[in-house]
């Protein structure tokens, strides 16, 4: 795990830790409020636009150090996808002062741990360290934000890199190259189309121009933000951030074309063949977005949805575990549920499953809209209910053990424009979601219209089959 | 993924980390870490029934003990059995989560729950100590779980990275239980009885219990006593019946497998050596410059940075009771993999034959040891260090010694060790993909 890095996390809808231990079983119980830690995070902004945010941990002399950019996938564009993910490991790869390979040897002698991820709405770097070195990462990576550079052999031998990633997590896999296909037959106009890694064809055909010219772009004060979780002083803090990030000129963020999702006529439906022995099937409706935490009716429904998802999926024995993976005419080996809730783009509520030996793709897509439909007729129950928001409220206690997931949240939380203790308030907000505002979404989302269906057909292996040729474009 | 990274990398220490331990009347060991600041507790209760316990034709068996202990318990004591769902409600309800698996060596149970308040401590306790010790071993769900995890199975064995690994663990192992294989066929032979007889192996007396979290001394012994109390109490424990070791390899074996994939998955190594051995800190400081230490490694400088040939390339010890594989891993383009092969190997050698520089040392001390807090620095990870120390009866003051032991190390331990431990004339290779 440690070398699966400069990772691309890629997931349908928007990669956010949050909706992610939303949907994950993590616990809780409903009547207690969660304590909240001794020091809050606070925020301060640079004369050149740079955000900075703190959070106090002092339970052990580490810190955690990110850049935080609000610049993913979604804003490549056509020709050019994966550059996002490819300037993100280039940043690896020198600047004016570093040779290639000496930022991480730097690193490493302080005693740190590095990496960096990109998604679909974010790309981030980090370093963990002991406290007493924060100083020192963060002139390191403020060098690398404000001078990156490489030479066009460096970027080559990088894109080969990348290209190995691709194949590793995503040609080989029939599971990745089913959800990158029902991404790209999701959406039509949203950049949410494209894969965080980007189309082979494309990477064969990236520049190191282009990459220089994404990182020109975009790697500007005003759409970054630095995020330092540890056991440190906020002032102080402030303080280094001005002396290392202060002195970046700032620069004009460029304008962003929103390239909306058009209404979806109709269902639609798209087939994966590829060699596996079992079936997958994945149902992904298109939903509102929560896109503040003021109610609003979108809003208002987007946390329904959560809710429902996580009364269908939530826990080990919910909903769709007992009526479709359970008893001796089961019709799945698997089944499961989430909501997209947020992001900078359009997001999705998926349902999707294993079928069960001697079951078809077909039964298990009925099955699953089925238990909606169920929700939708008769309602949730009120322990289902108290269950799920019980189970939110423990998890708020439970995250402030990683020292690493407080700075993933509070950079997350940044990249989307909500405020820092947005978390907490949106556990408020779900709990007061009713039984009758899941049942009414329930009825209301999962029609045809905004419904696309992609199932894996599994294929024997032939045994005679020759691997494959690498074409001739990839060999350079 | 064969990403064998070694299991018992979580070592550190922090002069502030007090571990206390004691031993109850049961003979049940009990290592705690009172951690103040969040209102919540994390615990692994570990025994000696891992996988190396399952017989050849029975593979599977403890992973298959451990995932059915969740799946229900008995009535017992006046309190109603509780079937799966059930069982996942009343987690829920609490806001807490449990956990049964099998490792190589261990079985392990783990529990996280809120502090505060008491009561709700005392109900996740009692219904962890449930599971523990009264599944109720329902036949249709086994029957159930058997028929997915073989399709499981078998899907995974559609997979490039699997079939490498497997290949490469039969190769590695040959009849060590380290490498056997559960398949299909061996879950069709395993009974409700079998892990009936495995649970039955599960006393007080062989309980190592681990807790990190919001309790005093006082608590600790109470709650690690509840845990057990649903075990058969005042049994003495036998010792049990000793595992073999792994035999070292006599001749080297190269094995290719065709496969149709965009990708050549490579493994290659040898046996390599036991937790207790007293060569640890040189070999944990060696692989660390070798293929452990991530992208400062020379295999990662040689393999991906300077000739950009896969994305992930490691090497990496996996030492247990019995000595656990050393590996190195890699994919790449099924028609790189010879030369891919070619340079990992080569660093191999040199590795062995010449050992680090003086440079390369220094520069993994100042990592390890600067570092080393990044090792204690949540319950969670606190929790696994000191599983660790208890499961291989580490001295209680090892954190503390961690870092001057890493110091400590020199080239020629280095050298002499990875010359004694690794022989890279006899190693096995494992390439699935590419031309046959």
């Known amino acids: 795990m440690l070398l699966a890095s400069r990772a691309a996390p890629r997931r349908l809808g928007a990669a956010l830790a949050l909706a992610a231990a939303l949907g994950a079983a993590a616990p809780a119980s409903a009547q207690r409020p969660a304590p909240t830690p001794d020091t809050a995070a606070q925020q301060f902004t640079l004369g050149n636009g740079l955000s900075v945010i703190v959070q106090p941990d002092h339970r052990a002399p580490v810190a955690v150090h990110m850049l935080w950019l609000r610049v993913g996938a979604m804003d490549e564009v056509d020709g050019t996808s994966g550059v996002a993910h490819v300037l993100e490991h280039l940043m690896f790869k020198g600047t004016d002062k570093l040779q290639p390979g000496e930022f991480s040897r730097r690193v490493a002698a302080l005693g740190g741990r590095e990496n960096a991820f990109t998604s679909m709405d974010y790309t981030g770097y980090y370093q963990q360290v002991p406290a007493a070195r924060l100083a020192e990462v963060m002139a390191l990576e403020a060098d690398r934000f404000a001078h990156n550079r490489y030479s066009d052999e460096e970027f080559a031998k990088e894109l080969d890199v990348v290209k190995e990633e691709r194949r590793l997590r995503t040609d080989d896999n029939p599971r990745a190259l089913l959800g990158e296909q029902h991404r790209a037959a999701t959406f039509t106009a949203s950049p949410y189309r494209r894969p965080v890694v980007g189309w082979m064809g494309d990477l064969d055909a990236l520049t190191a121009q282009d990459a220089r010219a994404f990182y020109q772009r975009w790697y500007v004060p005003a759409n970054a933000t630095v995020v330092v979780v540890g056991d440190v002083d906020p002032q102080a803090v402030l303080k280094l951030a001005q002396q290392h990030y202060g002195g970046i000129p700032a620069r004009a963020l460029p304008v962003r074309k929103p390239r909306p999702e058009p209404p979806q006529p109709g269902l639609r439906r798209v087939q994966v063949k590829a060699p596996a022995e079992q079936a997958v099937v994945s149902l992904a409706f298109k939903v509102p977005s929560m896109e503040s935490l003021a109610p609003s009716p979108g809003s208002d429904d987007a946390l329904a949805l959560t809710v429902l998802s996580a009364v269908l999926d939530g826990y080990s024995g919910a909903r769709l575990d007992r009526a479709l993976t359970q008893g001796a005419d089961r019709v799945a080996d698997s089944a499961h549920a989430s909501n997209g809730l947020y992001g900078r783009g359009p997001q999705l509520f998926v349902l999707s499953g294993v079928p069960a030996p001697g079951k078809t793709p077909a039964q298990l897509e009925a099955a699953l809209r089925e238990q909606v439909a169920r929700v939708a007729r008769e309602g949730v129950n009120e322990a289902e209910l108290a269950r799920v928001k019980t189970q939110w409220i423990a998890s708020q206690v439970y995250k402030r053990d990683s020292v690493m997931g407080q700075a993933q949240e509070l950079g997350s939380l940044w990249v989307q424009g909500l405020p820092l203790d947005a978390d907490a308030r949106l556990i408020e907000r779900l709990r007061q979601v009713t039984a009758a505002q899941v049942q009414r979404v329930a009825g209301q989302y999962f029609g045809d219209d905004q419904l696309t269906i992609a199932t894996l057909d599994p294929q024997p292996r032939d045994p005679q089959a020759k691997p494959r040729a690498a074409p001739a474009a990839l060999r350079h | ?436």
């Open chain 2, 1 to 436: 993924m064969a990403l064998t990274v070694p299991t018992f990398v979580g070592h550190s220490a922090h002069a502030a980390t007090a571990i206390q331990h004691w031993t109850q009347p049961s003979g049940a060991q009990i290592y705690l870490v009172q951690s103040p600041a969040i209102p919540m507790l994390d615990v692994q209760v570990d025994f000696d029934a891992g996988g190396r316990r399952d017989p050849a034709d029975k593979a599977g068996l403890a992973d298959v003990t451990a995932l059915m202990m969740g799946k229900g318990v008995a009535a017992r004591d006046g309190r109603p059995a509780l079937d799966e769902n059930q069982l996942g409600e009343a987690w829920a309800d609490l806001g807490a989560g449990f956990g049964a698996n099998a490792g190589s060596d261990r079985m392990s149970f783990t529990l996280r729950t809120l502090t505060q308040p008491p009561e709700l401590l005392q109900k996740a306790v009692e219904l962890a100590a449930r599971e523990i010790g009264e599944p109720s071993w329902p036949e249709a769900v086994w029957r159930r779980e058997r028929e997915r995890l073989s399709a499981a199975l078998r899907e995974a064995r559609t997979r490039p990275g699997t079939l490498a690994a497997l290949a490469y663990d039969h190769a590695v192992y040959r009849q060590h239980p380290y490498g056997q294989e559960t398949s299909p066929e061996t879950l069709a032979r395993i009974s409700l009885d079998d892990m009936r007889a495995r649970h039955a192996t599960l006393l007080p007396c062989r309980a190592k219990l681990s807790l990190v979290g919001a309790v005093d001394r006082a608590q600790a012994d109470a709650l690690a006593t509840a845990l057990l109390a649903r075990l058969p109490q005042g049994q003495s424990c036998a010792p049990l019946p000793a595992v073999p070791e792994v035999t070292p390899l006599a001749a080297p074996l190269d094995e290719r497998i065709a496969f149709p994939s965009a990708q050549a998955h490579v493994l290659f190594g040898q046996p390599g050596y036991k937790r207790e051995d007293p060569d640890f800190f040189p070999l944990l400081v060696g692989n660390h410059i070798l293929g452990g230490g991530g992208f400062t490694s020379r295999l990662t400088e040689q393999v991906r940075e300077k000739r950009g040939l896969s994305y992930s390339v490691y090497s990496g010890f996996s030492p247990g009771l019995h000595a656990g594989a050393f590996t190195v891993g890699l994919q790449t383009r099924a028609d790189q993999a010879d030369e891919a092969l070619r340079v990992a190997r080569q660093v191999v050698r040199d590795f062995v034959a010449q050992g680090p520089t003086e440079a390369e040392l220094k520069a993994a001390k100042d990592n390890l040891v600067g570092s080393f807090p990044l090792r204690l620095d949540s319950n969670r990870k606190l929790l696994g260090n000191v599983a660790n120390i208890a499961w291989h009866d580490l001295p209680l003051d090892y954190l503390d010694r961690w870092t001057a032991r890493v110091d400590a190390v020199t080239l020629p331990d280095i050298r002499r060790a990875f010359q004694r431990v690794l022989q890279p004339e006899r190693m096995v290779t494992v390439v699935v993909g590419g031309a046959p």
